[in-house]
């Protein structure tokens, strides 16, 4: 057979009939240059990722992260399950990782890890459930996208529920496809490392159950995936349990959402308000595409997966907004999830431009828009200082001073940044502002008494500090996260700040951080 002739027969379709293997080879050959484009915007996230990596000085979270990490397995198993159980997962990882050393650099990695892998897994959804097109410029988006990027340089594990969860989603649409035994088991597997790295990935399973109204009930595979969920229900109970009776204070500093505050979560997803406005006009393509496919097809199958799509966008934020009005819980970065359905939505909406000229524009308008918020928040010094505050007071306390912190849990970015800083022995006493004996079981990581105290309040401020500070010349006042009135954290800390002024006058020195203030009072004012 001629070439000519074999080109005829494979337009025919009959290139299975004739010399199958040769030209199987050359099917497969034309995915090459959609494999190649995933794996070079793989490389474009990790050298996004990287950028500056470790240029900004570690937050309060991170802090606490790394806290976790460095502590031996009955620390860290404790305070796991008396409070810090969301989450966990990732605690435990970076346990491990955190061996290889303790930079920001260092740490931060991890989750550029999970976020790197996120890209591919991306491409996979977005190709089983359209096109590999489709799947390629969804890649793209989310690669480019501040809010990603912004936690894939974080010491946290959100990077790290992106991924599985998107894996969840991933492996959901190929068990319906095709089910089998271990489809369901990875499924599950999944699903459970997801919510472990993140309760709100709860609401992704949500989202995969309600979008199945939109396909025929023949057409689930019930028994498999029922098998699936008692699996993933049982796997979380102690995750829920946990949750209950020990974590439910983690969350008490948020306040009841508006409006404003729901469009605001889109404009952190999306970067900004002009990128908003493209993206949610590219949805609203997609929209249009997949009612005129449903008017055209009749076919559930093939509505049913842009429902999916706007399940997994639509279902986390509305339910988290709705139960925020009785208990707030809505918080941009816990619905990190929502991101890959938003990126694969708006490649929908790009792949539908026929001009090819407006296709490139809108594209690159995108890439720019997307790209200038992504120097803004390299330029950014990043949302609290430590390293700074660190630095200025080791440089200036003598030995024999104490230091006061507010909220207690900050001392643990300083101790970060005073292992990492300092060759003298002239770290200030840490001095608590509360009363010991009235707190007594106190978290060995964060040395806040397990469970605070009543409606997820700090300890009160000790009536008798000034006579706690009897040996002390000079005493320093690290103020940050206290301006929480909901918590009445700012109450709080004026009444220290007054208590300190009744005994030694004004503060001689202040120094303010970003989101940090150090004061220092003296008996030599």
């Not at 949302?383 to 003598?398: C, F, I, K, Q």
């Not at 207690?408 to 800083?421: H, K, L």
């Not at 940050?480 to 004026?494: A, E, F, P």
Request: charged letters at 15%.
């Amino acid at each position: 057979m001629t070439e000519e002739q074999m080109k005829t027969a494979m337009e025919k379709g009959e290139k299975f009939k004739i010399f199958p293997k040769r030209l199987i080879i050359i099917d497969q050959f034309r995915l090459h240059p959609y494999l190649l484009g995933n794996l070079g915007i793989m490389c474009l996230a990790i050298v996004l990722s990287l950028l500056f990596l470790g240029k900004k000085s570690i937050w309060l979270d991170e802090a606490i992260s790394i806290a976790m990490a460095k502590s031996t397995w009955p620390t860290l198993w404790h305070v796991i399950s008396h409070g810090e159980a969301n989450m966990g997962i990732y605690y435990i990882l970076l346990h491990f990782w955190i061996k290889i050393g303790d930079s920001e650099f260092v740490v931060r990695s991890l989750s550029l890890i999970f976020a790197v892998l996120t890209v591919p897994t991306v491409f996979a959804l977005g190709s089983r459930l359209f096109s590999k097109r489709i799947g390629l410029l969804g890649a793209l988006l989310i690669t480019v996208n501040p809010f990603f990027i912004q936690w894939a340089q974080g010491a946290r594990g959100y990077s790290l529920v992106l991924l599985f969860s998107t894996l969840s989603s991933l492996v959901f649409v190929v068990a319906l496809q095709r089910p089998s035994k271990w489809l369901w088991a990875a499924y599950a597997i999944t699903s459970v490392i997801a919510v472990y790295a993140h309760v709100f990935a709860g609401f992704v399973l949500l989202a995969q159950a309600i979008s199945l109204l939109l396909m025929r009930r023949k057409d689930v595979p019930w028994k498999g995936l029922l098998v699936s969920w008692i699996a993933i229900a049982i796997l979380i109970l102690p995750l829920g349990f946990n949750i209950l009776t020990s974590s439910t204070h983690n969350l008490d500093w948020l306040t009841r959402p508006g409006w404003k505050d729901l469009v605001e979560v889109f404009v952190r997803f999306t970067g900004e308000k002009f990128l908003l406005v493209l993206f949610f006009i590219l949805c609203i393509l997609t929209c249009i595409k997949a009612v005129r496919q449903w008017f055209v097809s009749k076919t559930f199958r093939e509505t049913w997966r842009y429902g999916l799509l706007l399940a997994l966008l639509f279902v986390p934020i509305v339910i988290s907004y709705c139960i925020s009005q009785v208990k707030p819980i809505f918080e941009d970065r816990y619905l990190i999830m929502c991101i890959p359905p938003l990126v694969l939505l708006a490649g929908i909406g790009i792949s539908l431009i026929r001009v090819r000229f407006l296709f490139i524009a809108s594209l690159v308008i995108l890439l720019i828009l997307s790209g200038i918020q992504l120097q803004s928040w390299y330029a950014a010094s990043g949302g609290e200082d430590w390293r700074g505050a660190t630095s200025y007071v080791l440089s200036n306390a003598e030995k024999g001073d104490a230091i006061i912190f507010y909220s207690p849990d900050v001392g643990t970015a300083f101790d970060y940044y005073e292992n990492r800083i300092s060759t003298l022995d002239a770290f200030p006493t840490v001095v608590p502002y509360f009363d010991r004996n009235t707190y007594q079981n106190v978290n060995p990581v964060t040395d806040i008494p397990v469970g605070y105290a009543d409606g997820g309040r700090l300890p009160e401020p000790d009536a008798a500090l000034s006579d706690r500070l009897g040996g002390y010349r000079d005493i320093w006042l690290v103020l940050s996260h206290d301006q929480i009135v909901n918590l009445g954290r700012n109450v709080q800390s004026k009444i220290i700040q007054n208590l300190l002024q009744e005994k030694y006058g004004m503060p001689k020195e202040s120094k303010t951080f970003p989101n940090i203030r150090v004061l220092m009072f003296s008996l030599n004012n």
